[in-house]
């Protein structure tokens, strides 16, 4: 844990979050090689699923980061892989569908942590190939790309040479960049793999209605700038112009001062973020990034940003981390930014 001394527990999660990206990228690689070839396995697993009855509504057919997979019914025993798909599911009332969880982020939603805590956890991080096969599923959904870490013998070859289906958050598909509506379309997707289109629908609507209705408080006020701090002490580990970050924030009557980094995440110096004199700081929470509390005491002792606005009237808002992903968080997020960005539209 991080002492004020030395930071080893702030720092290593800017080199996991790019890990992860690292295996996104390699998992949508694999992916798309996997399914060029006709006699591949993933193909060879679905075309041996195509005398299987069929449900009404069904088959679907869903391209998944390189991967079409067809279903013929709605799957029956799902573990996710993270926890922003799990609260998505719980969401769309899929718990009975629901047979393990891992890698709890943060704290759970509130009207989800009964049903949550209900689902047997496999693991506290990613569980192994095998704890995966012991619960017996017929879909594996997963949120970070290394859900499917090939490395780590949980590729999603691997489960389909096992006759299981997987799902990607559609974040981790290489996309250049992420906005709300990946938000929309996951939720709808994964709607119409369980055959509940109109829950789905039903769930956007009620996303869209919650941040439309924190746009609308802040409309009108000027902009404030923000920086967004996920970890780091020799650098800082900030959300770049491709995150879904930088929309939360612009929603929220924002603008993130290094929405002009090119990329998702990236670091930058602590020189830059003095430069751009952030009126306020978003503070990422998650676990194993050290608690909020040693964060902003870490920012609030480092000389150099002394001057900076958002530290000298210590303007900070959290954030827990699954809140700035594809998920049914992010539209709680903007909600959260506006009341931290414009209080007084708030009062």
């Given amino acids: 844990m991080y002492d004020g001394t030395s930071r080893p527990p702030l720092f290593t999660p800017a080199r996991r979050r790019r890990a992860l990206r690292a295996t996104a990228a390699a998992v949508a690689l694999s992916a798309t090689l996997l399914t060029a070839g006709c006699g591949s396995p993933q193909a060879t697993a679905r075309g041996a699923k195509a005398t299987t009855p069929t449900t009404a509504g069904f088959p679907v057919t869903v391209d998944n980061c390189g991967v079409r997979t067809t ?19 719980l969401s769309l009332g899929l718990k009975d569908r629901m047979v393990g969880t891992a890698f709890p ?6 009207e989800l942590k009964k049903d949550y805590k209900a689902i047997p956890e496999l693991a506290k ?23 499917f870490a090939e490395n780590e013998g949980r590729s999603r070859k691997a489960f389909a040479d096992a006759g299981i289906d997987t799902h990607l958050n559609r974040e981790y598909c290489g996309k250049k960049r992420v906005t709300m509506q990946d938000t929309y379309d996951e939720v709808r997707t994964v709607g119409k793999i369980f055959g509940v289109p109109d829950r789905a629908d039903k769930l956007v609507t009620d996303l869209h209605a919650r941040v439309d209705k924190a746009t609308s408080a802040v409309q009108g006020k000027p902009q404030a700038s923000v920086f967004v701090y996920d970890s780091g002490d020799k650098t800082a ?20 001062v290094f929405a002009d980094l090119d990329d998702v995440f990236g670091d930058v110096s602590w020189e830059q973020v003095v430069d751009r004199k952030p009126e306020v700081i978003a503070i990422y929470d998650y676990a194993g990034a050290g608690s909020v509390e040693q964060k ?3 920012l609030l002792a480092q000389p150099v940003l002394r001057d900076v606005p958002a530290i000298r009237n210590k303007r900070f808002v959290v954030l827990p981390l699954t809140a700035t992903l594809v ?13 931290g960005i414009h209080p007084e539209s708030f009062a």
Wanted: net charge negative; aromatic share 8%; hydrophobic share 35%.
């Fill in 125 to 147: 991080k990613e569980p192994s190939f095998e704890t995966v096969l012991e619960a017996e599923p017929d879909l594996v959904y997963g949120g970070y790309g290394s859900a």
């Fill in 237 to 256: 580990f900030t959300a770049g112009g491709k995150s879904l970050g930088t929309e939360l924030i612009r929603l929220a009557g924002g603008k993130n």
């Fill in 71 to 89: 279903y013929h019914h709605a799957p029956e025993r799902v573990v996710t892989i993270h926890q922003h798909p799990a609260e998505l599911m």
């Fill in 327 to 339: 998920g049914v968080r992010s539209a709680y997020a903007v909600e959260d930014l506006a009341r």
């Fill in 296 to 298: 902003k005491k870490f």
């Fill in 105 to 110: 982020d943060s704290a759970v939603l509130p």
